[in-house]
C-alpha cells in the first residue's frame, strides 16, 4: 500500500460508507504495480444493506415523471462533462489506458446519458383500442423495481454508464457492482454526483464477484441483473438467476474477427487492425482479434501490417500523451495472455511480431501477430483479450464467411471489401450482434444496439432496445 493510495467507501442510499465488516481490498495501477486506493470489499451483508436502501427509495422513484428521470439523467452528463479530465485521468491509472483513450470515452459516456434522458419520456407501447369488442385495451410500460448492474474492467465508468442510464430512464432504482480491479472512475464519478442523485436512487458497492456479484444474482428482491462479463461469468449468473427468475442480461466476450477480402485496400485493412486488435491492449470485447484474408491479400497485408504494429508506441500512459498502448490489466492477465501464445508456439504457430512481456515492472504485453494457427486452435476459437491478432487464410467467400462463423462467439464482426455485393452478403450470413463495412471497432453510437449472438449473450446496451430490457409491459383491459 502506497503512502499516496485513497482510501474510499460505497455509496448506499445517499450515505458513504464502509464494508459492514470492515473488510477493505487494494487497487493497483498495472502500469506500475503499485497500490493506488483501498476500497470496501464487500459481502453478502453489503447486499442487503444496499438492497434496503433501494427499496425504501423506490417508492418515491415510482412517481416520478418521465421528465424527472430525463432531468437527472441530463444531470449526470453535465457532471461527466464538468469533470472529463480527472475522469480520464482516473481510468487511465486504474485500467493503465492511454490518456487519447480514456479522453475520448468521457463525451461519449456523456452522450450515453443524453440519449437515455431523451429516452426517458420516449417510453412507448401499442395504442389504446377496442381490440375485443366491449373492452378498451392499453398498455402500460413499468419500471421492473430494483435492478442490479455488474461491470467489467476494461471500460469501467462507461459500462457502468450503458447500465445507469437505461436502468434509470425506464424508473428504476439500480445496485451497481464496479469490477474488483477498476471500481474508482464509478466511485469518483457518483461522489461528484451526489447532490443530483436522490437518495438511494443509485447504490454502488465494491467487492468480489462472489460474495457480491452473486449476491446481488440470488436476491429476491432484485428484478434484473445486467452483467459485462466472461461468458463463464454470463453462465453462472443465468444459472442463480434462474432460482429467482429474475430477467439477466448478458454482453458477454467476443472473437470478433476481421473478414479482407482481396478487393480490400492492404494500408488501410492494416491502420484499422493496427487500431481494432490493440485499442485498449486488445482488452476490447469487440477486438478485432482474426483476421481473415482472401488468399490473393494475405502477403501483402502482412508486409503493411507488422511495421504498423511495430510502430505503435507501448508504455505508461503516465508517460505522455502519445501513449498508444498501456499494460493489460493485471498479472494473471499477463500470464493468460502468455499462456495462449505458448501454446500457439506448441502447436506450430508463427509469431510474427511481439510475443512477449516489455519493461521489468507493470503488466506489459507486446502487440503481437501470429500466423499458421488452425481454425480448432485454442488462440482462434477462444476469447485473449490481449494485445494479440491472428492471422489466417482462406479461399473462397463461403470460406471466408464459415471460418467467421466458426466460434462460439458472436459479438462483433467486420467486413473489407470494395464490392457492395459481396458487402451485403456477408453482413447478411455473419451470425454477430454487429457487422462494420470497411471500419472496425469505433463506429458505435447511442442510438444503435451493441450486443451478442451466441454465447456472446443476449440483451443490448444503448440503443431504445436496451431501454426496453429495463421495463415490463402491462396489458391493461376496461370493460366497458
Ligand atoms: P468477469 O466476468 O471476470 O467479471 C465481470 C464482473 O462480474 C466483475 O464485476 C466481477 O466481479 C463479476 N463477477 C465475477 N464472477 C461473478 C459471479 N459468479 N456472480 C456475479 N458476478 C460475478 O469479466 P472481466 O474479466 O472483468 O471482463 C472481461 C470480460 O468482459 C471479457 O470476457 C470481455 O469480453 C467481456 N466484456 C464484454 C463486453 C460486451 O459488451 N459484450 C464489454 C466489455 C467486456
Redesign the pocket.
Known amino acids: 500500500m502506497s503512502a499516496t493510495a485513497t482510501e474510499l467507501k460505497n455509496f448506499v442510499g445517499g450515505e458513504w460508507v464502509d464494508a459492514v465488516d470492515g473488510g477493505t481490498m487494494d487497487v493497483p495501477n498495472p502500469a506500475t504495480g503499485e497500490t493506488i486506493a483501498r476500497v470496501p470489499r464487500g459481502t453478502a451483508a453489503d447486499v442487503q444493506r444496499a438492497v434496503e436502501a433501494a427499496q425504501r427509495a423506490l417508492p418515491e422513484w415510482l412517481d416520478a415523471t418521465p421528465k424527472e428521470r430525463s432531468e437527472l439523467l441530463l444531470a449526470l452528463a453535465r457532471v461527466l462533462d464538468d469533470n472529463a479530465e480527472e475522469l480520464a485521468q482516473i481510468e487511465s491509472q486504474n485500467v493503465g489506458k492511454p490518456l487519447m483513450a480514456s479522453r475520448d470515452e468521457m463525451p461519449f459516456s456523456a452522450d450515453n446519458l443524453r440519449f437515455f434522458a431523451g429516452a426517458a419520456r420516449n417510453l412507448e407501447g401499442k395504442s389504446a383500442g377496442e381490440y375485443i369488442r366491449g373492452y378498451t385495451s392499453f398498455v402500460r410500460r413499468e419500471p421492473i423495481g430494483i435492478v442490479a448492474g455488474?461491470?467489467?474492467?476494461?471500460?469501467p465508468l462507461m459500462?457502468a454508464v450503458?447500465k445507469l442510464g437505461p436502468a434509470l430512464a425506464a424508473g428504476n432504482v439500480q445496485i451497481l457492482?464496479?469490477?474488483?480491479?477498476?471500481p474508482l472512475s464509478l466511485l469518483r464519478f457518483v461522489e461528484l454526483a451526489k447532490d443530483v442523485i436522490p437518495k438511494g436512487v443509485l447504490q454502488v458497492i465494491t467487492?468480489?464477484?462472489?460474495p457480491?456479484?452473486?449476491?446481488?444474482?440470488e436476491h429476491p428482491a432484485i428484478g434484473l441483473?445486467s452483467?459485462?462479463?466472461?461468458?463463464?461469468?454470463?453462465k453462472?449468473?443465468a444459472r442463480?438467476a434462474a432460482d429467482t427468475l429474475k430477467r439477466v442480461h448478458?454482453?458477454?466476450?467476443?472473437k470478433a474477427p476481421m473478414v479482407i477480402f482481396d478487393d480490400a485496400d492492404p494500408e488501410q485493412v492494416a491502420q484499422a487492425i493496427r487500431l481494432a486488435g490493440y485499442w485498449n491492449s486488445g482488452?476490447?470485447?469487440?477486438a478485432g482479434s482474426r483476421v481473415l484474408a482472401g488468399a490473393k491479400i494475405y502477403d501483402r497485408l502482412l508486409e503493411e501490417l507488422v511495421p504498423a504494429v511495430e510502430s505503435l508506441k507501448v508504455g505508461d500512459p503516465a508517460d505522455g500523451e502519445d501513449v498508444e498502448m498501456g499494460p493489460v490489466?493485471s498479472q494473471a492477465?499477463q500470464e493468460r495472455v502468455l499462456g495462449f501464445l505458448d501454446r500457439a508456439q506448441k502447436a506450430k504457430a508463427t509469431i510474427l511480431t511481439g510475443g512477449g512481456t516489455r519493461g521489468d515492472r507493470g503488466w506489459f504485453v507486446q502487440p503481437t501477430i501470429v500466423t499458421d494457427v488452425a481454425q480448432d486452435a485454442d488462440i482462434v476459437q477462444n476469447?485473449v483479450?490481449g494485445p494479440v491478432v491472428t492471422v489466417q487464410r482462406f479461399d473462397d467467400d463461403a470460406d471466408a464467411i464459415a471460418m467467421a462463423n466458426d466460434v462460439r462467439y458472436g459479438?462483433a464482426a467486420s467486413v473489407f471489401t470494395r464490392d457492395i455485393v459481396r458487402a451485403h452478403n456477408a453482413a447478411r450470413r455473419l451470425q454477430f450482434g454487429t457487422v462494420w463495412i470497411n471500419d472496425h471497432l469505433l463506429p458505435i453510437t447511442s442510438e444503435m444496439p451493441?450486443?451478442?449472438y451466441k454465447q456472446?449473450?443476449y440483451g443490448k446496451?444503448m440503443s431504445m432496445y436496451s431501454v426496453e430490457e429495463y421495463s415490463n409491459v402491462k396489458h391493461v383491459a376496461v370493460k366497458l
Open positions: 455488474i461491470t467489467p474492467w476494461n471500460y459500462m450503458w457492482k464496479p469490477a474488483e480491479q477498476t467487492g468480489d464477484g462472489v457480491v456479484g452473486s449476491g446481488l444474482v441483473v452483467l459485462t462479463g466472461d461468458v463463464e461469468t454470463g453462472a449468473i442463480n448478458l454482453e458477454l466476450g467476443g482488452q476490447d470485447c469487440t490489466i492477465q476469447e483479450f459479438l451493441h450486443g451478442g456472446s449473450g446496451d
